[in-house]
């Protein structure tokens, strides 16, 4: 797997590579360098960790076969929105220069997603079904996880991504791509509810897991 993964992770990288330097119209972007880097770096290390420590889940995240045709719909859409969200950024901070980011912010944005990388890290350590699809995994034993960041919120993934949607704009200087986020926490939300409607009906003990952890996303708050 680990060829297919390195594959996969170099098309991905590339396709961020051309959205990103193209809407800037220069390839002399500090900040669009340390964003392929960080990202691209980190997302390969775990896969990497993925395949030494649980290939299982790797294959599951590799294949990504869609159980559900709401869930398809959601991606979807989505996908669509990161792709603009990747192009407005750089037009903004860079080709039409409407925002001013500090550097201090940039630095705490690079930040946020390293520490969004982390939590996915935490994440992957204890799940070993956590897919990038909603389904339950009978074939593989599929239990109710409840340690690691999951004691704190239901959707520590989603809480990881959360976290680079507000570092990327950040990073990339960009006050439109921040002001944009709140529409990707949208769709996470919605997600995440129905995601959670799926494993209350099928996964057992996944109700009494909601009732002891009680915030999906952010501790305290929802």
Known sequence: MVPELTRKT???????????????????????????????GMGL??????????????????????????????MTGATAFWTLWLVLMPLDAVRFQWSHVPLWAQ????????????????????????????????????RVISTGPYAYVRHPMYAATMLFFIGAPLLLGSWWGLAAAPFSAALLAVRAVKEEHILAEALP?????????????IPAIW
């Open 10 to 40: 170099a098309v991905w990288i590339v396709c961020m590579a051309l959205l990103t330097f193209v809407a800037a119209g220069t390839l002399r972007w500090i900040a669009g360098w340390v964003f392929l880097i960080e990202v691209g």
């Open 45 to 74: 290390a775990i896969g990497l960790w993925l395949a030494h420590h649980d290939p299982g889940l790797l294959a599951e995240r590799l294949s990504g076969r869609f159980a559900h045709r709401w869930d398809r719909i959601v």
């Open 107 to 142: 630095v705490i944005g690079a930040l946020l997603i390293a520490l969004g990388n982390y939590l996915f890290y935490l994440t992957f350590r204890v799940n070993s079904y956590a897919a990038p699809v909603i389904k339950i995994q009978t074939e593989r034993g599929h």
């Open 205 to 217: 003990g996944y109700r009494d897991y909601e009732a002891r952890v009680r915030y999906r996303l």
